[in-house]
């Protein structure tokens, strides 16, 4: 019987050479040399052009009203020359004392706010509870769950206004957040389950071994490790309602109306009130991009690099 | 610091499926014992019965005593090392270390103390600040070790703490795991699937199959008196050789057969193992540890004969302090699981037709080459008896 491995030796030799960096060819550097910039061009060109309807914004709401009704916004840069531009923050001032667009703005953070950490509390405490706990229902649950991810808000405007109505919280502003909040609720339990059930089930079950308790591991390990999903969804949750129009128009009476109602209440039938409409806009844009950049330094890749192996 | 006593484990999956079965072990206080046997034995499954990460479906365990069945891990003060060391990566070093402590409430100097301590016992000082993605495997490694040791746990479980290391630096953590729970004194349970590791950690090593108990016995003694075939071909490196073989008995004088090779049973192996007696003329396996097997012209001079074999090296492996010889016999192999999937494995490469392959380990002073004619002097006073039907040795 002869072998058919052959001496070791030989196995050896069929090793390919180690590696050397291969030369590129002309073409391809040429391409990389060129590709790099050409992108970095395309990239601002892109955010100019994005942010020119921000822009404008801005200047307008520092126009004084009659120029703005007079022309457009972009003749500012024309009239630097021919006389002295019109820029004031007066039409801020007349948006703060406002009491109707004051008191919206306060509505807007009254409702954001809470709606915004009740989902990402009460979210991420059940989908620990769907990733990590075994209980009898639990993919039932679960299935609950994404079914609701489906369910329009449209659909459910008029029974919960029946509802709210019933236990006498419509109009105000708890009625909002519970709106908000239970319309939150699916996407954030389903987004958190799914990253908290990538977290390696060996790291759960050191903590176990170390003595944690469910609620303890959750709070020291799975939050902490879940931070960039936490932070996106309490993102995108903050964002959603600050910007919700819908739902404050349906249930907030006049005293509990976010900015959107508030704004949209300034749009006149034969034009509009600029100068506290753009303002407020403004103002309204300005705070989720306040919140964005505060958060996105969460946004970190790789957290779990260095756990295993 | 405690015994753990496995009494009658069985471990039934919500699929029916049988992982361990009716597992009785006792780890006395303070005693290194290793789980060993091929992946899916069923060590992993036991070892986490006994962490508490696994419900336990049959029989009890008891930890210093105290049956543990319904005692959640946290609680039954046992300390576990993962194979993937599971490290927490958004906490340094310390805080790795001291997160136990700090979750039952430690005094804060007593962490920093007791950090500090174990971080000079395993070199780990210098990266104390720093997160576990910085740091190299076997700093990671210690790292899971220091997490353990921290707690001063009444029992350390390890689950192949040692298989992510590249091989060399997996031999230098060998011999720290070891100091280290000699100078520690506590109880240690160690699933690996790696028989050396097995045989130079364990006080006792135990070797499982199929989620049965094949053995449980210190190393030396799994070694020279394995209680089956499997237990034989799994302790050792390389495995046993084994050949199904013909017993001839006459008077005091015997001797094996196999494909025209004849080896005597001396009588003192008679003596050792009366049931052999019963074997005569009939068909039983027989095992040659490569160890005892050498170049005939190194050996010496052949006294009485009948100890040798006659074949055509096949392959010679040179490791330096010894010399493997594979060398075709014409006997029949003994089929058990263990090979057949083994084969499979590696795709049957080179045992294609009849016959056995055998494996010599000889002094580095051969002149052995590759299909050169060769005479293989066999210690037959060590040779292994094994019945065919049950696998068992044929000691009694």
């Known amino acids: 019987m002869t072998s058919l491995i052959g001496a070791p030796a030989a196995v050896g030799a069929h090793r390919p050479v180690a590696a050397v960096p291969r030369r590129r060819s002309i073409a391809s550097r040429v391409v990389e040399r060129i590709a790099g910039p050409a992108v970095r061009v395309l990239l601002v060109v892109i955010a100019v052009f994005w942010l020119m309807p921000v822009f404008g914004l801005l200047v307008a709401s520092l126009r004084p009203e009659s120029a703005n009704s007079g022309s457009g916004w972009w003749t500012v840069f024309t009239e630097v020359f021919t006389r002295p531009a019109e820029l004031t923050l007066a039409n801020y001032g007349e948006l703060l004392s406002d009491r109707t667009m004051r008191g919206s703005l306060w509505n807007t953070v009254l409702i954001a706010v809470p709606s915004t950490v009740l989902v990402v509390v009460i979210g991420s405490l059940a989908a620990y509870a769907l990733a990590w706990m075994s209980f009898p229902g639990r993919d039932w649950v679960m299935t609950g769950v994404v079914a609701l991810l489906v369910v329009p808000v449209q659909v459910a405007l008029v029974p919960v206004a029946q509802l709210l109505g019933a236990t006498g919280l419509y109009g105000s502003i708890a009625g909002v957040v519970l709106f908000h909040v239970a319309f939150g609720l699916p996407f954030a339990v389903f987004l958190l389950r799914n990253f908290f059930a990538g977290i390696p089930r060996d790291l759960l079950e050191a903590a176990r071994m170390d003595g944690g308790k469910e609620l303890m591991i959750f709070w020291r390990l799975v939050l902490p490790i879940a931070l960039p999903a936490v932070a996106s969804l309490a993102i995108f949750q903050f964002l959603w309602v600050w910007n919700d129009l819908l739902v404050g128009l349906v249930f907030a009476d006049e005293g509990s109306a976010p900015i959107t109602v508030a704004l949209r209440g300034q749009l006149r039938q034969f034009g509009a009130n600029v100068d506290v409409l753009a303002s407020g806009a403004f103002v309204s844009m300005f705070v989720p991009l306040v919140v964005f950049f505060s958060f996105q330094r969460h946004f970190v890749q790789g957290v779990l690099a260095g756990s295993g192996k | ?232 071909g799994f302790i050792g490196s390389p495995a046993m050789n084994m050949v199904t073989a013909e017993l001839a008995l006459d008077g005091d004088d015997a001797s094996v057969t196999f494909g025209g090779h004849r080896l005597t049973v001396p009588a003192s192996v008679l003596h050792k193992r009366p049931a052999l007696r019963g074997y005569a003329g009939r068909a039983l396996a027989v095992g040659i540890r490569p160890e005892d097997m050498e170049d005939a012209e190194i050996a010496g001079p052949v006294a009485a004969g009948g100890d040798t074999l006659s074949s055509v090296a096949d392959l010679v492996e040179a490791m330096g302090a010894d010399v493997m010889v594979h060398f075709p016999v014409d006997a029949e192999a003994v089929r058990t699981e263990d090979r057949e999937s083994l084969e499979r494995d590696s795709g049957g490469a080179g045992r294609t037709g009849p016959g056995t392959v055998l494996v010599g380990r000889f002094s580095p002073r051969t002149r052995i080459f590759e299909g050169q004619p060769t005479t293989v002097r066999v210690d037959v006073e060590n040779l292994h008896f094994f019945d065919l039907g049950t696998g068992s040795s044929i000691w009694h």
């Open chain 2, 1 to 232: 610091m405690a015994g753990i006593e496995i009494d009658r484990v069985g471990k039934v999956y919500a699929d029916g499926t049988r992982a361990v079965s009716d597992l009785t072990i006792d780890v006395m206080d303070g005693e290194f014992l290793v789980l060993v046997g091929p992946s899916g034995c069923g060590k992993t499954t036991a070892l986490r019965m006994v962490a508490g990460l696994e419900e336990i479906s049959e029989g009890e365990v008891r930890i210093g005593g105290e049956v543990v069945n319904e005692v959640p891990a946290r609680d039954r003060d046992v300390a576990m090392v993962f194979q993937s060391y599971a490290l927490y990566p958004h906490l340094t070093v310390f805080d790795n270390i001291a997160f136990g402590l700090s979750l039952r409430k430690v005094p804060k100097a007593t962490i920093e103390r007791s950090v500090r301590e174990v971080a000079e016992v395993l070199e780990l000082t210098e990266q104390l600040h720093r997160k576990p993605r910085n740091l190299s495997g076997g700093q990671r490694q210690r790292v899971a070790m220091g997490r353990a040791i921290v707690r001063q746990p009444r029992a350390f479980l390890m689950d192949e703490p040692l298989s992510n290391l590249d091989a060399k630096l997996r031999v230098q953590m060998r011999a720290q795991i070891a100091r280290i729970q000699r100078d520690l004194g506590v109880t240690t349970v160690y699933v690996t699937h790696d028989q050396t590791e097995a045989m130079t950690l364990g006080d006792r090593v135990a070797v499982m199959r199929g989620g049965v108990l094949q053995q449980i016995a210190s190393p030396q003694e799994l070694y020279d008196r394995p209680k089956n075939m499997l237990v034989a």
